[in-house]
Each structure stands twice: as structure tokens, then as C-alpha cells.
């Protein structure tokens, strides 16, 4: 038998299918006071008779499911309801499971669903127990999960109870919605509750301090962690303050919004959050579901009617009348909206945006912790490393903090995910980027909003550096960003609406200059850094490469290698002409591309290395070396084409197999490196099946024999190989089939739990 430490003094108790308080009272002698007993309703009066205390910890047990909707730390289930062991994958919010221990056949069923519960790890140590006579065997399950918005408190207190606790306690808070028929709540019915930031931790811990079964949504006014609506604000926080600063005290003696301010908080509320759900009438984005939970049409045309105010009935008449009345919400809390309520997207309108060419502009809002982290220059530093040419970058006064605290972000600047919050916005910075990549898939479903991933990977590279910086146990979120370009104009008319006609105007002109040149045939790449053309020139094509307005170094490195090394080394090109963001080189028509995704020609790699190593002879190295480097014309033999990270070595090079050709920078290189992977394994062994070694110094028969292995494990065990390809198909399809399993036993289990969690066994 496995052995459960003693339950902790202030354990909370919730006892489903209570007969009576017997284990009440046994569990009160061991110090464990807080108790609620759910009894059969035919059993109340027959229990409350018999208890010493008029059964004051009794309560009828609810319609309905109890076990996975309510507050505890320990749940007992008498025998009727041991069926919800079934559904122990719901009950992680708590810390400890009691079941009544089954008697005979009639057991088996239960043995049966803790097995596969203690088989699944939901079910940990065990211990059996005699509380007033009753055996149970008592789990200790895992950590409970963290809290949450809805929470529950005790049907004990009722709402008069609730009330007069949050009155003592002193709480700024207002119950939203609902509240005429308090203290009277109907059956179905939550009570949704606005409280002040600084009162959120004491609110729960008092509405958590007993066992709890009646529903309480716990919404902060900044949306912080656990009492935020889709990870903001519930309302815009400037309302939100105004709600509370308002509120006046209700027959019931709970706070509540005053009148104008319910009125526009409901049809708030119908709008933005319920949509199609609302009941309420759409001139174009489709019918409504009909049968509404409530008929927020009439009663919002009461509550109008009793303010003397006339609202619209019309969904989007009713979103211009809360816009007038300044009720709507900022347009990237819309946005976010969207996503649960897809007529907020209707409401959108067509974004505002300025058409730059294919380049979009992005605004990164600094938090006030990162500042103390990194140094402004290194933020900047980091978004122009991943391609974004920074138009303006300043600190924000304290007028523009304020006004981007409280209306981006959803109001929401919290810690989130991370152990400490970075603080609200600061800084402002605003960029172009010329070639922004489109979100990769997992990315696209994690974001749907984000048109690149170059923010993404930006900020991230942002966030590891102050990492690396900062304690574990001190982490935070040090930065945000708009989505798009249409965000990025809503942010500056936010924060800096005076930058707005500076930075049109700005951005329009860098975007002119980095324009396809006169003269161009095709474009052949649009990079970070640079643009790619074929232009006819007066002796033939030539190969044109633009340079954005930050990235200079980059093209003096180009223009001064092929002037240093056209004439000593063959493959580098001669350059034709230049001027202050281009050059242009001979175009070249390459034959390397019908090798994409195949072994290139052993001899076109050997030829490959001897120019690296030509060049290593020389005091350089590419950095960035890849056969993408190289292109392969017929007539004019190889040629290597970029040389952006081209390093002059002050003293003795390394090794040319150790050389940045083929291992990357080394620690406390000092130059440009590129974005993304630089290992060997990512840039040469794919299109050369050869180790590193073998490549740079291996012999000629070696090469062949290494190249034949590859191609062996090409075909075998290499990712992509055929039997790696059925490999995974048949784990992507046994692992849906677990899924079809998983999803169909949890329907069962949960169907099978709920048949006796309520008034009792069926």
C-alpha cells in the first residue's frame, strides 16, 4: 500500500453524494474545517435533522456535472458517483480524489476505472483510509493546473454571503451583468465580476477560501494572467477604470455599473464578444443564432429606454453607436476579438495600409524592463541583423505610454507566460522590411494575423539576448509588435500620431530607391539586404544587385572583393560599374539548379572547394560559403556570385577545413553573420554527401565511396528516405488513430462520468 502524507491543515472538501456530515465531523477533528457536503436533495432533510449543526455544511447536490465545475482540493466520491473516476483527465484542478471503496460485484466497474486512471498516471500514490466508518481509497493526483477566470464559490454563502464578504474585504469590483434578480441567481447563471488590479489575488483568495460549486468569472481591468478574455482586456482598461470608479451598490449589496455605464457595457459585451450569438440583427454578415441565451435586443432597448437613450437595434448600427459614445473597442483588440466572434471581423472595414512595393513597415514597442537589459543601439542592431531598416527609434513621453498601455495589447501588459512582466511600452521603434517572408505553417496557425515571419524571428532573437542576460526566475516578454502593415499605421496614429506624415514619407522614398532599376528583364532575388536583377546593359545583360538604404557595409564588401579578386581568382566575376547602393556583375546563366534537391556533380564540388581554398590562400574567407554561392555557366565555367560576409584575416587563417567556410563564425567573431542555421550539416552536406573532412581534404576514390554510402542511406535511413517516408507515414497515422481512440473514449468517459455526477445513479 502506498502511503499519502497527512492532508494539509485548510484542505478544502467537497463530498459529493454526501449521506449525511459524518465525515464532516471526522474530518473536522483532524483539523480540516472546511467542508461541503453535496446531498441527495430526497436525503437534506433526513441529514440536516441528524447533524449536531442543523447540517449547516450540507447542500442539496446541483443538476447537473459537479465534479470537473467547482473549487476544492479534495473530492469525495460516494458510491453513486464513483463513475467520475472515468473522467479523471478533467479534474485537474485538483490535488486530491477520495473514492468510496466498492462493495462486491457491484465494485467492479469502479476498480476497473481507477486502474486504467492509475495505468494513465492521472491517479498517483494511494492510501486507503476509514473516515466515520466509511472506507475510501485516497489519491494524491498531479500538480493541479494554474487558475483560471472562471472559479466557484459556496452555495453555503449564496449570493447575500458573497456579497457581504466583498463588502467587509473592501474590494473595488462590480458584478457586470445580470444582477437584477440578485441575490436570486438562476440555474445555468454565472456572476461575471470586474475587479481592480491590485484586488484581483485578494478577490480570488476570499471566493476560494471555502469549497465551491456556484460559477464566478473573475475578469481584471489590464487583463492579467487568469482573469483576462483571450489573453486581454476584457473591457478597453480606461473603461474598465471607469466601471469601478462609477459603480454604486445594489439591493443585493453587490457593487454594480451605473446605469450608462451597464447599458454600454452590455451592448459592449453583445457586440464584440457574443456577435452572431448576441441574437441581435445583421444587415450583411449573416443571420443570428436564433433562441439567444438571453434576448440582449429588448433588454438592451429597456435599459435605454429606463437612461432616456436611443440605441440602434442593428449589429453594426450598434457598433457605430458605441464608436460615438467611445465604447468600441482599439482595432487590434477587434482584431483579436475576431477570432471567437467572427462578426467583429466584418466590422474590420478594409484596413488602412500605404503600398510600398511588397516592403512592409512593422512598429516594435520597447517594455520598460528591457531597457534594463539591453542598450536601445543593441534592439536596433538586432531588427536591421534580420532585415528591418529602422525609420525612427525614439522613447516615448509619457503621454504616448499611456495612450499605447491602454489601448494596444488588448490593455493586456502582464507577465503572460513568463515569471516576471516586462513592463508597459517605452520605446518606440518603426522599420521597413524589403522582403518579408511569409509565416511558415506553424507558425501561420499559432499567429493568425502575422504576415511575416521576420518579426517573429526578430523578436525572438531579442528575447533569447536578454535571456542570456537576465535570471531564469526573471524572464520576461521584452517586446511587442504589430501583426501587419495595416497594425503598424493603426499603432502610429496611436502612439506617435505626429510621426505618421515623416515616416509615409520616409519609407515611401527608401522604397523607391531599393525599386527594380531602369532596364530590368527579370528580377532574380529580393533578400534582406539587398534585390537581386538582370538588366540589359550596352554590352549585354548584366546581373544588378540593389542595396537597402542600411545595408552599405555590405555592398563595400562586395564591390571591394571583386576589385581585389576579378583577375587573381577565375571563378570571381569582373565587376562592370557601380554606384552608391548597386553594382553589377556579367550575367551568367546557371545550370546548378536542375541539381536542386539532388547530390551536385562530385567534380562541380571539387571545383567548388578549390575556389574557397584559392581564396583561403588569399586571406579570406566567404563566412556564409554554401553551393548557393556558386552558379555553373557552360561556356564560362564557375563562378562564385556573393560575397556580403567576405572576411579579410589580420593574421594566419585557421585551417581551411576549419575555416568559416565550413564550421561558421567562431566564438568572439566580431563581423556580420547570417540569419539562420551555419552548421556544416545545413549548408554543404545535402548537396555534397560528403563530411566535412572527406569534402576538404579527402581523396578522390574517397569521395566516390562516401558519396555511395550516401545515396545507399539516401534510399534507406537518411530523413526523406522511402522507408523513413512510410516510417512516418505510419506513425502520423497510428498517432491519429490514437487520437480518433483518445477523443472517442473521452466522449464515452465523459458520457459514462456524467451519468451519475447530478442527482444521483440513473
Known amino acids: 500500500m502506498e502511503l499519502l502524507p497527512t492532508l494539509p491543515s485548510g484542505t478544502r472538501v467537497l463530498d459529493l453524494g454526501a449521506p449525511d456530515d459524518a465525515v464532516a465531523d471526522h474530518l473536522r477533528e483532524q483539523g480540516l474545517e472546511r467542508y461541503l457536503g453535496l446531498v441527495p436533495p430526497a436525503l437534506l432533510d433526513q441529514a440536516r435533522r441528524a447533524s449536531d449543526d442543523g447540517g449547516a455544511r450540507l447542500h442539496p447536490l446541483p443538476t447537473g456535472t459537479v465534479a470537473d465545475r467547482c473549487s476544492t482540493d479534495l473530492l469525495i466520491l460516494r458510491a453513486n458517483h464513483s463513475r467520475v473516476l472515468w473522467s479523471v483527465r478533467d479534474l485537474g484542478h485538483l490535488r486530491y480524489l477520495a473514492v468510496e471503496r466498492p462493495v462486491g460485484i457491484g465494485g467492479v466497474e469502479t476498480r476497473v476505472a481507477a486502474l486504467v486512471g492509475r495505468r494513465a498516471g492521472r491517479l498517483l500514490q494511494r492510501t486507503r483510509v476509514q473516515w466515520a466508518g466509511t472506507a475510501f481509497d485516497l489519491y494524491r493526483l498531479p500538480e493541479p493546473h494554474g487558475p483560471a477566470p472562471r472559479t466557484y464559490f459556496s452555495p453555503l454563502w449564496g449570493a447575500s454571503g458573497l456579497a457581504l464578504r466583498l463588502k467587509e474585504a473592501g474590494l473595488r469590483y462590480a458584478i457586470l451583468r445580470w444582477f437584477e434578480a440578485l441575490p436570486r441567481i438562476e440555474p445555468g447563471e454565472d456572476l461575471d465580476v470586474l475587479v481592480a488590479d491590485a484586488d484581483v489575488a485578494s478577490l480570488r483568495t476570499l471566493v476560494e477560501s471555502e469549497p465551491g460549486t456556484m460559477p464566478l468569472d473573475l475578469y481584471s481591468v489590464s487583463g492579467l494572467s487568469a482573469s483576462d478574455y483571450q489573453g486581454a482586456a476584457y473591457y478597453p482598461p480606461h473603461l474598465a477604470e471607469q466601471i469601478l470608479d462609477r459603480a454604486v451598490v445594489h439591493p443585493s449589496g453587490f457593487l454594480v455599473p451605473a446605469?450608462?455605464?451597464?447599458?454600454?457595457?452590455?451592448?459592449?459585451?453583445?457586440?464584440?464578444?457574443?456577435?452572431?450569438?448576441?441574437?441581435?440583427?445583421?444587415?450583411?454578415?449573416?443571420?443570428?443564432?436564433?433562441?439567444?441565451?438571453?434576448?440582449?435586443?429588448?433588454?438592451?432597448?429597456?435599459?435605454?429606454?429606463?437612461?432616456?437613450?436611443?440605441?440602434?437595434?442593428?449589429?453594426?448600427?450598434?457598433?457605430?453607436?458605441?464608436?460615438?459614445?467611445?465604447?468600441?473597442?482599439?482595432?487590434?483588440?477587434?482584431?483579436?476579438?475576431?477570432?471567437?466572434?467572427?462578426?467583429?471581423?466584418?466590422?474590420?472595414?478594409?484596413?488602412?495600409?500605404?503600398?510600398?512595393?511588397?516592403?512592409?513597415?512593422?512598429?516594435?514597442?520597447?517594455?520598460?524592463?528591457?531597457?534594463?537589459?539591453?542598450?536601445?543601439?543593441?534592439?536596433?542592431?538586432?531588427?536591421?541583423?534580420?532585415?528591418?531598416?529602422?525609420?525612427?527609434?525614439?522613447?516615448?513621453?509619457?503621454?504616448?505610454?499611456?495612450?499605447?498601455?491602454?489601448?494596444?495589447?488588448?490593455?493586456?501588459?502582464?507577465?503572460?507566460?513568463?515569471?516576471?512582466?516586462?513592463?508597459?511600452?517605452?520605446?518606440?521603434?518603426?522599420?521597413?522590411?524589403?522582403?518579408?517572408?511569409?509565416?511558415?505553417?506553424?507558425?501561420?496557425?499559432?499567429?493568425?494575423?502575422?504576415?511575416?515571419?521576420?518579426?517573429?524571428?526578430?523578436?525572438?532573437?531579442?528575447?533569447?539576448?536578454?535571456?542570456?542576460?537576465?535570471?531564469?526566475?526573471?524572464?520576461?516578454?521584452?517586446?511587442?509588435?504589430?501583426?501587419?502593415?495595416?497594425?503598424?499605421w493603426e499603432y502610429l496614429e496611436v502612439v506617435a500620431p505626429g510621426d505618421i506624415d515623416r515616416v509615409r514619407t520616409e519609407a515611401a522614398r527608401r522604397v523607391a530607391q531599393h525599386r527594380a532599376p531602369d532596364g530590368t528583364i527579370k528580377n532574380l532575388s529580393r533578400g534582406r539586404r539587398a534585390r537581386v536583377d538582370v538588366v540589359a546593359g550596352a554590352r549585354g545583360l548584366l546581373v544588378r544587385k540593389t542595396f537597402a538604404p542600411p545595408f552599405g557595409r555590405f555592398l563595400e564588401r562586395e564591390v571591394a572583393a571583386l576589385r581585389d579578386l576579378a583577375g587573381r581568382v577565375d571563378a570571381v566575376p569582373p565587376l562592370v560599374d557601380a554606384g552608391p547602393d548597386w553594382f553589377e556583375c556579367p550575367f551568367y546563366e546557371d545550370s546548378l539548379g536542375q541539381h536542386t534537391g539532388r547530390l551536385l556533380p562530385l567534380a562541380v564540388v571539387r571545383s567548388m572547394v578549390a575556389v574557397l581554398r584559392e581564396l583561403h590562400g588569399l586571406g579570406y574567407d566567404l563566412v556564409d560559403a554554401k553551393p548557393t554561392n556558386f552558379v555553373l555557366d557552360h561556356q564560362r565555367g564557375l563562378k562564385i556570385v556573393d560575397f556580403e560576409f567576405l572576411h579579410r584575416y589580420e593574421g594566419d587563417p585557421p585551417p581551411f577545413a576549419r575555416s568559416a567556410n565550413f564550421v561558421g563564425p567562431w566564438p568572439g567573431f566580431t563581423g556580420d553573420v547570417p540569419v539562420g542555421d551555419m552548421s556544416y550539416t545545413s549548408r554543404w552536406y545535402a548537396a555534397t554527401g560528403l563530411p566535412r573532412e572527406v569534402l576538404t581534404e579527402g581523396s578522390l576514390a574517397m569521395q566516390h565511396l562516401h558519396r555511395a554510402g550516401f545515396r545507399l542511406r539516401s534510399l534507406t535511413v537518411l530523413p526523406g528516405a522511402p522507408p523513413r517516408r512510410l516510417v512516418r507515414r505510419s506513425r502520423a497515422a497510428a498517432r491519429h488513430a490514437r487520437w480518433l481512440a483518445t477523443s472517442a473514449y473521452t466522449t464515452w468517459a465523459r458520457q459514462r462520468a456524467g451519468s451519475t455526477d447530478g442527482r444521483g445513479a440513473r
Open 259 to 488: 446605469p450608462d455605464d451597464h447599458l454600454h457595457s452590455l451592448a459592449y459585451h453583445a457586440v464584440y464578444h457574443k456577435g452572431e450569438r448576441s441574437g441581435l440583427p445583421s444587415r450583411g454578415l449573416g443571420s443570428a443564432v436564433p433562441d439567444p441565451e438571453h434576448d440582449y435586443r429588448a433588454v438592451l432597448q429597456d435599459l435605454a429606454a429606463a437612461n432616456s437613450r436611443t440605441v440602434p437595434e442593428v449589429f453594426e448600427d450598434l457598433d457605430a453607436y458605441l464608436a460615438d459614445n467611445g465604447w468600441r473597442p482599439p482595432t487590434d483588440a477587434l482584431r483579436r476579438l475576431a477570432s471567437a466572434n467572427p462578426w467583429a471581423a466584418g466590422l474590420l472595414g478594409v484596413e488602412r495600409t500605404v503600398d510600398l512595393d511588397g516592403a512592409e513597415l512593422a512598429v516594435f514597442l520597447v517594455r520598460e524592463a528591457t531597457l534594463s537589459a539591453l542598450d536601445p543601439q543593441e534592439v536596433d542592431t538586432l531588427l536591421e541583423h534580420f532585415g528591418f531598416d529602422v525609420i525612427t527609434s525614439h522613447d516615448l513621453d509619457d503621454d504616448a505610454r499611456a495612450r499605447a498601455a491602454q489601448a494596444l495589447r488588448g490593455g493586456n501588459w502582464g507577465r503572460g507566460p513568463f515569471p516576471q512582466s516586462g513592463g508597459p511600452p517605452v520605446r518606440l521603434v518603426v522599420a521597413l522590411h524589403y522582403s518579408p517572408l511569409p509565416p511558415y505553417e506553424w507558425l501561420r496557425e499559432r499567429y493568425p494575423h502575422l504576415t511575416s515571419s521576420e518579426t517573429y524571428e526578430a523578436k525572438s532573437a531579442i528575447r533569447q539576448l536578454v535571456e542570456e542576460r537576465v535570471p531564469e526566475a526573471e524572464h520576461f516578454n521584452p517586446l511587442h509588435s504589430s501583426d501587419s502593415p495595416a497594425e503598424a
